[in-house]
């Protein structure tokens, strides 16, 4: 069992799949669990925009229905990120982290602006384009070593690759570039929270669990 | 277990009035005393109390509780000596409360602040290298196995100067009034706190007091191993004033210039680990 994140906690198993919790992953879960609660039970911020040309300023509305969805996607971030801490199994934890991706595409794409748009499909490219070596370096780990499973690999005896762990971190980062794109100028034009940090956090966070897992295998 | 909290919070604040102090010496100023930082913490916790009509109210109020609530918990880590990777997550968790502040209350200034504390990302990387840099050597990230190797070895600050450095940086770019402090500089109001007062306000200072403490307490631990309470307290100090001096000799840099030198300063770091990682048995 990884250690680098302290003794487990808690260990639960479904046949040869694992979800394990350290002092390290449970910080992590935590976290995404209390920002998942603040997505469901926050109404978006009304922000202040300046009317171009004068003295004038106004506050922005944000539509129920628009509101209806990027809460949706914030708490579809949310479950993939609070999955993707406690994953003991490096395909699940693929599949966790293309969630965590597509539903931050969700988040972004849901605001009626062109130019809101225009950066949400640039991230949606590099998004989808991360998923080939996040799950390239997952299939390099059980092409070279028969097992998935992260406390079998963190246990020793097996050679992962070196180029199986960078492409994991590769696709994690590409994956995890949303707040990068939520940062643009563009973005200072769509009410952010609480839902953009839904995005910041979950990226974050993959980010923080693929370097645990990275160092431990 | 209050006790402590209270301690680090009002070590750390008086670290930061002390933090102003020796800036203002360095500029020639008279500067604030030295206790003015706990002042405001008080000041503000008396101050009238409300939430701004176009903020989401739920997340600007629980964005406080959630800084709190981690500084705290990286206090017990640093204490109890767990992993420095809960310690350092908790750190680039840190950035997200930041952006929580600045996007909560709708205000562009906050907005401005929230959204630099993103891309001011860059400076967590070398972080993270410096733990890849440390676990070469240790073999260990549990803060008590590393306090226990250099009671063999000596001080890893010696061992890997570079990885201090590394972290030195780290926690420079987390200081008020620093080169790397572009998050709450003068152009954008407060930044990400402009819009947080009142209560709200004391709660922040509660969140910096105790953040400065245990990334202080932290270096000490990390690079130069067990001591006396009484003495990491005196070289947390000693390594504070080191650090206010470049701060009083660094102009602010600008956000992208700021994330330049935070990525060659990554770059270096990630060339040292390969190294380490090509020469280690």
Same mark, same amino acid.
């Given at each position: 069992?990884?250690?680098?994140?302290?003794?487990?906690?808690?260990?639960?198993?479904?046949?040869?799949?694992?979800?394990?919790?350290?002092?390290?992953?449970?910080?992590?879960?935590?976290?995404?669990?209390?920002?998942?609660?603040?997505?469901?039970?926050?109404?978006?911020?009304?922000?202040?925009?300046?009317?171009?040309?004068?003295?004038?300023?106004?506050?922005?509305?944000?539509?129920?229905?628009?509101?209806?969805?990027?809460?949706?996607?914030?708490?579809?971030?949310?479950?993939?990120?609070?999955?993707?801490?406690?994953?003991?199994?490096?395909?699940?934890?693929?599949?966790?982290?293309?969630?965590?991706?597509?539903?931050?595409?969700?988040?972004?794409?849901?605001?009626?602006?062109?130019?809101?748009?225009?950066?949400?499909?640039?991230?949606?490219?590099?998004?989808?384009?991360?998923?080939?070596?996040?799950?390239?370096?997952?299939?390099?780990?059980?092409?070279?070593?028969?097992?998935?499973?992260?406390?079998?690999?963190?246990?020793?005896?097996?050679?992962?690759?070196?180029?199986?762990?960078?492409?994991?971190?590769?696709?994690?980062?590409?994956?995890?570039?949303?707040?990068?794109?939520?940062?643009?100028?563009?973005?200072?034009?769509?009410?952010?929270?609480?839902?953009?940090?839904?995005?910041?956090?979950?990226?974050?966070?993959?980010?923080?669990?693929?370097?645990?897992?990275?160092?431990?295998? | 277990?209050?006790?402590?909290?209270?301690?680090?919070?009002?070590?750390?604040?008086?670290?930061?009035?002390?933090?102003?102090?020796?800036?203002?010496?360095?500029?020639?100023?008279?500067?604030?005393?030295?206790?003015?930082?706990?002042?405001?913490?008080?000041?503000?916790?008396?101050?009238?109390?409300?939430?701004?009509?176009?903020?989401?109210?739920?997340?600007?109020?629980?964005?406080?509780?959630?800084?709190?609530?981690?500084?705290?918990?990286?206090?017990?880590?640093?204490?109890?000596?767990?992993?420095?990777?809960?310690?350092?997550?908790?750190?680039?968790?840190?950035?997200?409360?930041?952006?929580?502040?600045? !996007?909560? /209350? =709708?205000?562009?200034?906050?907005? #401005? +602040?929230?959204? %630099?504390?993103? $891309? &001011?990302?860059?400076?967590?990387?070398?972080?993270?290298?410096?733990?890849?840099?440390?676990?070469?050597?240790?073999?260990?990230?549990?803060?008590?196995?590393?306090?226990?190797?250099?009671?063999?070895?000596?001080?890893?600050?010696?061992?890997?100067?570079?990885?201090?450095?590394?972290?030195?940086?780290?926690?420079?770019?987390?200081?008020?009034?620093?080169?790397?402090?572009?998050?709450?500089?003068?152009? !954008?109001? /407060? =930044?990400?706190?402009?819009?947080? #007062? +009142?209560?709200? %306000?004391?709660? $922040? &200072?509660?969140?910096?007091?105790?953040?400065?403490?245990?990334?202080?307490?932290?270096?000490?631990?990390?690079?130069?191993?067990?001591?006396?309470?009484?003495?990491?307290?005196?070289?947390?100090?000693?390594?504070?004033?080191?650090?206010?001096?470049?701060?009083?000799?660094?102009?602010?840099?600008?956000?992208?210039?700021?994330?330049?030198?935070?990525?060659?300063?990554?770059?270096?770091?990630?060339?040292?680990?390969?190294?380490?990682?090509?020469?280690?048995?």
């Amino acid at each position: 069992m990884p250690d680098i994140g302290g003794d487990p906690l808690f260990v639960l198993e479904f046949g040869d799949i694992l979800h394990y919790y350290t002092p390290y992953t449970i910080t992590l879960f935590l976290l995404a669990l209390i920002f998942t609660g603040l997505a469901i039970a926050s109404r978006p911020e009304r922000q202040i925009d300046i009317a171009f040309g004068g003295d004038a300023y106004y506050a922005k509305e944000t539509t129920v229905s628009e509101m209806r969805f990027r809460r949706f996607m914030a708490i579809a971030c949310g479950l993939a990120t609070l999955g993707a801490m406690g994953s003991g199994d490096l395909f699940n934890f693929t599949l966790f982290v293309s969630l965590v991706g597509i539903a931050n595409i969700g988040i972004v794409a849901a605001v009626k602006n062109r130019h809101v748009l225009d950066a949400a499909y640039e991230y949606g490219i590099v998004a989808m384009v991360a998923t080939l070596p996040l799950f390239g370096g997952a299939a390099l780990v059980v092409a070279t070593t028969g097992t998935l499973a992260i406390p079998a690999l963190a246990a020793g005896g097996f050679a992962v690759p070196l180029v199986a762990k960078a492409f994991l971190a590769l696709g994690v980062i590409g994956e995890g570039m949303a707040p990068f794109y939520a940062a643009k100028a563009e973005m200072f034009r769509a009410p952010g929270a609480p839902y953009v940090i839904m995005c910041s956090l979950s990226s974050l966070l993959i980010f923080l669990r693929v370097v645990e897992i990275v160092i431990t295998i | 277990m209050i006790e402590y909290l209270v301690f680090a919070a009002a070590f750390g604040l008086l670290l930061l009035g002390l933090h102003r102090k020796v800036i203002a010496r360095v500029q020639l100023r008279p500067g604030p005393p030295v206790w003015q930082e706990i002042l405001h913490a008080l000041k503000f916790s008396f101050k009238s109390t409300w939430v701004p009509k176009t903020a989401s109210a739920t997340l600007y109020v629980g964005v406080v509780l959630i800084g709190i609530g981690i500084w705290s918990a990286a206090l017990f880590v640093v204490l109890a000596g767990e992993s420095i990777l809960i310690l350092f997550a908790i750190y680039m968790l840190h950035k997200i409360v930041e952006h929580g502040f600045g !996007l909560s /209350s =709708g205000s562009p200034y906050g907005k #401005f +602040g929230g959204v %630099r504390s993103v $891309i &001011s990302a860059a400076s967590e990387i070398p972080l993270f290298v410096t733990i890849a840099a440390i676990y070469f050597f240790t073999d260990s990230l549990l803060l008590r196995d590393i306090v226990a190797y250099q009671a063999v070895h000596g001080p890893l600050l010696l061992i890997a100067p570079p990885a201090a450095i590394a972290m030195y940086i780290v926690i420079l770019s987390k200081l008020p009034y620093g080169p790397f402090s572009i998050v709450e500089s003068k152009e !954008l109001v /407060s =930044g990400y706190k402009t819009e947080h #007062f +009142g209560v709200w %306000r004391a709660g $922040i &200072s509660v969140i910096d007091g105790t953040k400065t403490f245990v990334l202080l307490f932290a270096f000490v631990a990390i690079f130069i191993g067990a001591m006396p309470f009484w003495a990491a307290l005196v070289i947390m100090t000693i390594v504070l004033v080191s650090l206010s001096f470049v701060c009083a000799v660094t102009p602010m840099l600008s956000p992208f210039d700021s994330v330049t030198v935070q990525g060659i300063v990554t770059l270096l770091m990630v060339g040292y680990a390969a190294v380490l990682w090509w020469v280690m048995p």
